[in-house]
């Protein structure tokens, strides 16, 4: 679909490293096995950065409009909530509460195929990397590195 090139193509087109080039290709081939299709239902919103809801009312028709994040460290600490959250059961996390690369179980809590799916984390990981300062960028690699593992 039209959707997915365009994503792919913006998000490739960054050259952000290879855990987030790697999570992009994945992410295509999960998109494949479902089909293609769209589900009614998104991921979850708790925890979401305001910037992310932003863009998802507002703005989700561009791909080359990114929302304004006024402060990166309150991203940062929105964005790794929310995708904790975003974490089956069997994840084990950290003394900083993110999830750590271990375990093996189902995926149904990211099980969300199509424009409202790990499309939305992958942009919003992408804008964050955007903003990244010397000070977070090692967290924003932590980040990428989580997604890619998923």
């Given at each position: 679909p039209a959707w997915i090139r365009e994503a792919f193509d913006v998000m490739e087109a960054k050259g952000m490293?290879?855990?987030f080039t790697r999570a992009v290709e994945w992410w295509t081939v999960i998109?494949?096995?479902y089909g293609w299709r769209t589900s009614?239902?998104?991921?979850?919103?708790?925890?979401r950065p305001p910037e992310?809801?932003?863009?998802?009312?507002?703005l989700r028709r561009n791909l080359q409009r990114t929302p304004a994040i006024a402060c990166e460290t309150q991203y940062r600490t929105a964005w790794w909530c929310w995708w904790s959250g975003l974490q089956p059961s069997w994840r084990t996390q950290d003394g900083a509460e993110r999830p750590v690369m271990a375990g093996e179980g189902p995926w149904h809590q990211l099980e969300s195929p199509g424009k409202n799916g790990l499309v939305i984390v992958l942009l919003s990981l992408m804008w964050w990397r955007e903003v990244a300062t010397d000070s977070?960028?090692?967290?924003?690699h932590a980040a990428a590195a989580d997604v890619r593992w998923v």
């Amino acid at each position: 679909p039209a959707w997915i090139r365009e994503a792919f193509d913006v998000m490739e087109a960054k050259g952000m490293g290879n855990d987030f080039t790697r999570a992009v290709e994945w992410w295509t081939v999960i998109e494949r096995q479902y089909g293609w299709r769209t589900s009614s239902k998104g991921l979850g919103t708790e925890h979401r950065p305001p910037e992310v809801s932003h863009w998802l009312r507002v703005l989700r028709r561009n791909l080359q409009r990114t929302p304004a994040i006024a402060c990166e460290t309150q991203y940062r600490t929105a964005w790794w909530c929310w995708w904790s959250g975003l974490q089956p059961s069997w994840r084990t996390q950290d003394g900083a509460e993110r999830p750590v690369m271990a375990g093996e179980g189902p995926w149904h809590q990211l099980e969300s195929p199509g424009k409202n799916g790990l499309v939305i984390v992958l942009l919003s990981l992408m804008w964050w990397r955007e903003v990244a300062t010397d000070s977070t960028l090692p967290d924003w690699h932590a980040a990428a590195a989580d997604v890619r593992w998923v």
